[in-house]
């Protein structure tokens, strides 16, 4: 026979087996939909579960069917079992994800009709998941490091459950709240954005985040679900960079890589403020994995991977552009290793795009607000930075961050906490070196990566006046992996293996885990302590900090159930100022509440006011409710005339109009028994300089019994003249004053 009629033989084979497989996977699928459709029927039918719940069950079965025979009849894979699944999950969502985007451009952006747009996503979802699941999920592995050390599992496992845990306590601010709005809009069909957050106040990106979130809550999650989901997901930049660790040089470089990234600094603060720049990690992590691998097989599939999760990176935050370096080094390491076919290079870069569509098609309707928008960021005085800023930022990723930490979130005394942070710098410039001496011997990897960092810090110093702190966690994401491969270079030079490694990372974890726990016992008495810089401004001198008395995520589900029973609530205080900068997002999903009102007066409602646990508790006060962190009491009455504020289902962004303009005074003069406390709420946090306040009984100022950031507390006892409040602010009529008794009515 001969060796034509062989090779021809041969693909005649393949091509049976091709199309058997293809037959075996459309059972598959139907098994799988089927699968689906009864646990759902019997679920709903049986009494057991409500159809959103029963849906998701429902799908959880089907992806179990579907996997396994997958795994072991349609592509008989021989690939280990973990491995497979966890990629099965990511073409699952990604599938998703491409039925969202193709249903998006072609009912809203396109105007098509949307049975006709469904058609065609139920063509190319199956598609594209046959061949990522033939081509990547199923495929034989073929790796240097197989194994999966307990040891260095469970070290992972803790960190992952310590920032989650971290995130369940972070704020819900105004960027959250809006986001979570903008989702909840999209479950209920009143809005199917095609742009992303606003960034900058100049321009958008894609809606990949909205997407994310819209999808969490319609398998039934709210607030504290949502965020524990984003937590757990941005948790995964350990798991992600230990595995690019292992892969580049050894375990060791991974145990490394892991602890640098939980040494407490500005890319861990993003758990404490949580919002779609938190999952920078977890992509550039990725993009990374991804990079290693295709720098040393060439195989195109992670090619195409890696420009995916690098577009992610960039929609988490258009930041991550100044490492364009990183993928495009190892990008160019990959070619020159084995070359790529002109299609693969098509796809990677269609992949990297397609986040990008829904904002092209929006750009396209709206007469090019995105060139404009940017062009309109360049002229700002934000965006005219100076390279001399290089090393500030410098100093900021390493022993600036931790100083943070140490000095306003810990409490520790300056000057110990300035030697931690500069022998921690030290550390990282060490490990810097130790990857000088890899490059020299021939390891481009390390070489991206420097080049990455040093292009990333030289962009983030002139695209920005002021640097906030998630915008530099990527660049400080790339000199941590540096530092990892630095430092193991060093321990394979004085002989010191992985055990060592593991030490260091277990003596990181026991350093990080009260810092965390002293975050999150902040937030349980909504005290954290916080200033605006240098939280906006990584590289400014701290302000004064005060105890910043806002709502946890974890306590959402409190507050909701408290608001969805208190329809005729007028709120005040600290409470009040969290619910403006939260839009009440969590009463909106768990009951559909559509307002609420705060401050002011209202004579048929009933006027609570919600303060801190800690300060009521100095005021000798007994909570009638609690909110998380916060307490609630019925005030006794309203003193300031100015209305209450109805806040309806508005999205704006911010909720009120801000005002930075020239102070007003206003006055207003108490009549007191002494029986009361007077609580004075500033309620233009984020809209206004803080306002100045005064109270004086006749010519003699009264200080403050107790204040915060939010609240100042008065004592009228003993004053035989009229109290006068004095207010100086651009928005004097949010700033309200109510009586509350000394001892309220208990229950």
């Not at 396109?110 to 065609?120: E, G, N, P, R, T």
């Not at 939980?262 to 993009?287: D, E, M, N």
């Not at 005729?568 to 559909?592: D, F, M, P, W």
């Not at 107790?706 to 009229?722: E, F, Q």
Request: hydrophobic share 55%; net charge positive; charged share 10%.
């Amino acid at each position: 026979m001969t060796g034509a009629v062989r090779r021809g033989l041969a693909a005649a084979r393949d091509r049976l087996q091709g199309h058997a497989r293809l037959g075996r996977y459309g059972i598959a699928g139907g098994l799988s939909f089927l699968t689906h459709l009864a646990v759902l029927v019997a679920l709903v039918e049986a009494g057991l579960a409500a159809p959103v719940p029963a849906s998701v069950a429902g799908f959880a079965a089907s992806v179990a069917v579907s996997f396994t025979l997958q795994y072991r009849w349609v592509f008989r894979s021989s690939a280990p079992l973990f491995t497979s699944f966890g990629r099965f999950l990511v073409v699952t969502v990604l599938g998703l994800l491409l039925n969202v985007l193709i249903m998006a451009v072609g009912v809203n952006g396109l105007k098509l009709h949307y049975l006709a747009v469904q058609f065609v996503a139920f063509a190319a979802v199956p598609v594209s998941n046959y061949l990522l699941n033939r081509g990547w999920t199923f495929r034989a592995v073929e790796s240097v490091e197989k194994r999966w050390p307990v040891a260095d599992v469970l070290l992972l496992a803790v960190m992952s459950v310590l920032v989650t845990t971290l995130g369940l306590y972070s704020v819900l601010h105004l960027d959250l709240a809006r986001d979570l709005s903008v989702a909840a809009d999209m479950v209920a069909g009143r809005a199917w954005p095609l742009k992303g957050p606003e960034l900058a106040g100049s321009f958008y990106l894609g809606p990949v985040w909205y997407w994310f979130l819209a999808f969490m809550q319609f398998v039934g999650l709210e607030v504290v679900g949502s965020v524990a989901a984003v937590a757990a997901l941005a948790s995964a930049q350990f798991w992600l960079a230990w595995r690019a660790g292992c892969e580049w040089h050894g375990q060791t470089t991974g145990l490394l890589a892991a602890a640098f990234l939980l040494v407490p600094s500005w890319p861990l603060y993003q758990f404490v403020l949580i919002s779609h720049p938190v999952l920078v990690g977890s992509c550039l992590a990725a993009t990374f994995l991804a990079g290693v691998r295709f720098a040393k097989t060439g195989r195109g599939v992670h090619l195409i991977l890696m420009s995916m999760f690098f577009s992610l990176a960039l929609h988490a935050h258009p930041a991550s552009l100044v490492l364009a370096f990183m993928p495009l080094g190892l990008a160019v390491s990959g070619w020159q290793r084995g070359g790529v076919r002109w299609r693969t290079l098509g796809l990677a870069a269609a992949v990297a795009l397609l986040p990008f569509v829904p904002a092209a098609i929006d750009e396209i309707k709206t007469g090019g607000w995105l060139l404009a928008g940017l062009n309109d960021y360049l002229g700002h005085a934000q965006s005219r930075g100076r390279l001399f800023q290089v090393l500030p930022l410098a100093w900021a990723l390493t022993g600036g961050g931790l100083e943070y930490w140490l000095v306003y979130m810990a409490k520790w005394p300056l000057w110990p906490a300035r030697l931690l942070a500069v022998t921690y710098a030290g550390i990282v410039v060490l490990g810097a070196t130790g990857s000088v001496a890899r490059i020299r011997a021939g390891d481009r990897i390390s070489l991206v990566l420097l080049a990455a960092v040093v292009a990333g810090l030289g962009g983030l110093a002139m695209i920005r006046s002021f640097y906030p702190h998630y915008m530099v966690s990527g660049v400080g994401f790339c000199l941590m992996l540096l530092a990892a491969a630095g430092w193991s270079w060093w321990l394979e030079l004085l002989r010191l293996g992985r055990r060592t490694a593991a030490a260091v990372a277990a003596a990181v974890l026991v350093f990080t885990v009260p810092l965390v726990a002293g975050v999150a016992n902040s937030q349980q008495s909504a005290s954290l302590p916080f200033a605006t810089f240098p939280v906006f401004n990584v590289t400014a001198q701290p302000e004064t900090h005060q105890p910043h008395p806002f709502l946890s995520a974890a306590g959402a589900s409190a507050s909701a159930d408290w608001l969805c029973s208190h329809e005729h609530a007028v709120v005040h205080g600290a409470y009040a100022v969290s619910l403006i900068h939260s839009y009440a997002i969590e009463a909106r999903l768990r009951c559909g509440k559509g307002q609420f009102r705060a401050g002011g007066r209202h004579e048929n409602g009933q006027h609570w006011l919600g303060l801190a646990l800690p300060m009521l508790e100095s005021l000798g006060i007994q909570p009638q409710q609690t909110a998380g962190g916060l307490g609630l009491v019925r005030a006794r009455r309203v003193l300031t005339p100015s209305a209450a504020l109805r806040l309806e289902k508005h999205r704006g962004y911010p909720p009120l109009a801000a005002d930075f303009g020239q102070d007003r005074t206003g006055q207003h003069v108490i009549e007191s028994s002494g029986q009361e406390w007077l609580v004075v709420t500033d309620m233009t946090f984020g809209m206004a300089r803080p306002a100045a306040v005064e109270m004086h009984c006749g010519d003699r100022p009264v200080k403050p019994v107790v204040a915060d950031r939010m609240v100042r507390v008065y004592d009228g006892h003993g004053c035989d003249a009229d109290l006068t409040l004095t207010v100086q602010s651009t928005l004097p009529d949010l700033v309200t004053l109510v009586a509350l008794p000394k001892r309220p009515p208990a229950g």
